[in-house]
């Protein structure tokens, strides 16, 4: 019985996710795409296991500066693996908002098009181009906003790991 609602409910949710992707035409599928390679790369570092890097460096040997050094090097790869999602994360906030502004002129254009075949007396003609330039609008700012939103955020808590790791804390 409630197997079978929350494979309704998700049914309905995907029935939902692709109309308002055929509402906003062609583009909104590179921009779904767009909003799923964001969410991933910043998955990626949320539920990423702490230890993973982190696994040769605990190991126990007879030098100290070794084990130091170990952990350090396990560190600064981690990082940079974070770093590198993080400008996967920019990059994707940047591309979305300009994915947005074509879909608008995609929709622009569909409008123009409809008008000079069936006129522009008929407004549903009209609205349906307009309706279209708005939803990948729409679409683009949320994702480019989103994923600038949580890029700063991101970089905060880098540039403080970054500074512990200066300042001599190896705790970061």
Same mark, same amino acid.
């Given at each position: ?91 994707? @906030? +940047? $591309?979305?908002?300009?994915? #947005? =502004?074509?879909?608008?002129?995609? %929709?622009? *254009?569909?409008? !123009? ?19 279209? @330039? +708005? $939803?990948?609008?729409?679409? #683009? =700012?949320?994702?480019?906003?989103? %994923?600038? *939103?949580?890029? !700063? ?20």
């Amino acid at each position: 019985m409630v197997q079978s609602s929350v494979i309704a409910s998700l049914a309905h949710f995907l029935n939902a996710v692709l109309g308002f992707i055929e509402l906003g035409g062609i583009v909104m599928w590179p921009l779904f795409i767009c909003c799923l390679w964001m969410l991933w790369l910043v998955s990626r570092a949320l539920f990423k296991e702490p230890s993973s890097g982190l696994d040769k460096a605990g190991r126990t040997t007879e030098y100290d500066w070794l084990n130091q050094r170990l952990r350090l090097l396990a560190l600064r790869q981690a990082q940079a693996q974070q770093y590198g999602d993080l400008q996967g994360v920019k990059l994707l @906030a +940047m $591309v979305a908002p300009l994915l #947005g =502004l074509l879909g608008t002129v995609s %929709g622009m *254009i569909a409008m !123009f098009d409809a008008g000079a075949h069936y006129g522009f007396h008929d407004p549903a003609v009209i609205s349906a181009g307009i309706s279209m @330039a +708005m $939803v990948t609008t729409q679409t #683009g =700012l949320f994702v480019g906003l989103t %994923g600038a *939103i949580l890029a !700063f955020f991101w970089q905060r808590k880098l540039n403080r790991v970054d500074t512990n790791l200066l300042a001599g804390g190896a705790n970061a």
